[in-house]
């Protein structure tokens, strides 16, 4: 039960038909207003329960916009195949968003030149850890021929866009994988851009895991607890926080 109120995903789900269950109990009660004030109420009481159940602040302008979405979308009458198609592209997406809590967004262009400029010389072994649509990996394997590129991804829709970009490169592997089951021990240089949510653990997992001198690279992202070794500024709103394990 625990580790199921850790999800955010329950939590909203949660405060949704918490804060349903009540508009619909104080309108039972006799409080017989039209639509827009129950939906105000909804939204005012779907806001408090998150806040409640520690849903960060994100969370809330969501939360109080869902129904009144939904019952907008319901005056569009679509059919209701768009729905499980539009809801079956989202998952193949960002399959990995409810359960690690990582979506998909991408490394800019400006970090995959930064990325390049830290890899140490020689025939490397490089993973990007999620590697999402694996821009940074034809980059980096283009300009490093003599190095080794490897793709970690578990979505499937990026999983596939992926291996179609990058199939013709010799120096370039994509793996169907969960990023944590990963051995990293092979690898010379860790990449990733994922979350806050996973950081913790995944640097106790690289700790364990890398061999001294290895470098672990995460895009944006902080270790808690732990300053990195070194930080590179990106144009635009990324930046790279290095470790030398
Ligand atoms: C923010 S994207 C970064 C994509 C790419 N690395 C880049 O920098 O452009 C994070 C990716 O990690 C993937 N991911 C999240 N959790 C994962 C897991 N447990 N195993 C494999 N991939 C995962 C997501 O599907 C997503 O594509």
């Known amino acids: 039960m625990k580790a199921l109120l850790a ?101 800019s262009q400006a970090a995959w030149g930064a990325v390049a400029q830290l890899l140490p010389a020689g025939p490397i072994a490089f993973v990007d850890l999620g590697c999402g649509l694996g821009g940074l990996l034809g980059f980096l394997a283009k300009q490093r021929p003599e190095a080794r590129f490897c793709g970690v991804e578990s979505a499937p829709l990026p999983l596939l866009v992926s291996w179609l970009r990058l199939r013709g490169r010799s120096n370039c592997q994509v793996r169907r994988a969960d990023l944590w089951q990963v051995e990293l021990a092979e690898f010379g240089v860790v990449y990733c851009f994922l979350s806050p949510a996973p950081m913790a653990e995944l640097w106790r997992k690289a700790r364990a895991e890398l061999r001294p001198g290895a470098l672990f690279i995460s895009n944006s992202f902080a270790v808690p607890g732990v300053s990195p070794d070194f930080t590179v500024e990106v144009e635009g709103r990324q930046r790279l926080l290095v470790w030398r394990v």
Not at 32 to 44: D, E, F, T, W
Not at 70 to 88: K, M, N, Q
């Open 7 to 107: 999800r955010p995903l329950v939590r909203a789900a949660l405060a949704q038909g918490g804060a349903l269950g009540l508009v619909l109990l104080v309108w039972g009660a006799g409080w017989k207003q039209g639509l827009p004030a129950l939906l105000v109420l909804h939204s005012g009481l779907a806001i408090l329960l998150s806040a409640w159940l520690g849903l960060p602040r994100w969370w809330w302008p969501i939360q109080a916009l869902c129904l009144p979405g939904a019952l907008a979308l319901l005056r569009l009458e679509l059919p209701s195949w768009v729905y499980l198609l539009v809801f079956l592209l989202l998952l193949l997406i960002y399959w990995n968003a409810g359960s690690d809590r990582v979506p998909l967004y991408l490394s």
